[in-house]
C-alpha cells in the first residue's frame, strides 16, 4: 500500500489544484451559451412586392390621404371629421382612384385596436399600400 506522506507545515497537497480547470471550463461554458442560436420571435407579414422597374412614387405631402383616429373612436379624412366607419369607407371609395394615393394613418395612443384593424383591411382590399403609420418622437411623448 501507497502511503501519502503527512502534510507538511508549509500547507502544501499532492493532489492537483482544480481552480484552474473549473475556471477554463466556466468560460467555455459561458462561452457556448451566448454563442447558441436562439429562436427569434418573428411575426409573419404578408408585405407587398414592388417590382424593381416601378420603384414606388414619391408622393409629395399634400396628395397623401390623411386618415385619423382619435380615443373617442372618431374617424377623419383630410381633417373632415367622418360619423362612422361606413361613412369612412363611402369616402375613402369616392377618393381612391385606379392608382391610390399614398395615405398617413394617425392614430391616438388610446384608440381601439379593432377600428385600426378594420382600416387596415378596407385598404389592403381597396389596394392601397402606400400606407405610412405616423408617430410622435419619443422624446416629446408623454
Known amino acids: 500500500m501507497i502511503r501519502l506522506p503527512e502534510a ?16 477554463v471550463i466556466f468560460i467555455v461554458l ?11 420571435k418573428t411575426l409573419p407579414l404578408d408585405l407587398p412586392k414592388v417590382p424593381e422597374d416601378h420603384p414606388p412614387a414619391a408622393n409629395a405631402p399634400d396628395e397623401r390621404l390623411q386618415i385619423a383616429l382619435n380615443a373617442d ?7 373632415a371629421p367622418q360619423s362612422d366607419f361606413a361613412a ?8 381612391l382612384t385606379s392608382t ?5 394613418l394617425q392614430l ?4 381601439p385596436l379593432d377600428a385600426f384593424l378594420r382600416l ?16 410622435e418622437d419619443g422624446n416629446h411623448a408623454p
Do not use: E
Open 8 to 23: 507538511d507545515s508549509s500547507g502544501s497537497s499532492l493532489l492537483p489544484d482544480l481552480t484552474p480547470l473549473l475556471d
Open 88 to 95: 369612412l369607407r363611402v369616402a375613402l371609395d369616392s377618393r
Open 73 to 79: 373612436g372618431q374617424w377623419y379624412l383630410d381633417d
Open 100 to 104: 391610390p394615393p399614398g395615405i398617413d
Open 30 to 40: 459561458v462561452f457556448f451559451l451566448l454563442t447558441a442560436q436562439m429562436p427569434l
Open 108 to 111: 391616438d395612443r388610446q384608440a
Open 120 to 135: 387596415v383591411s378596407l385598404l389592403q382590399d381597396r389596394g392601397a399600400h402606400d400606407t405610412r403609420i405616423l408617430m
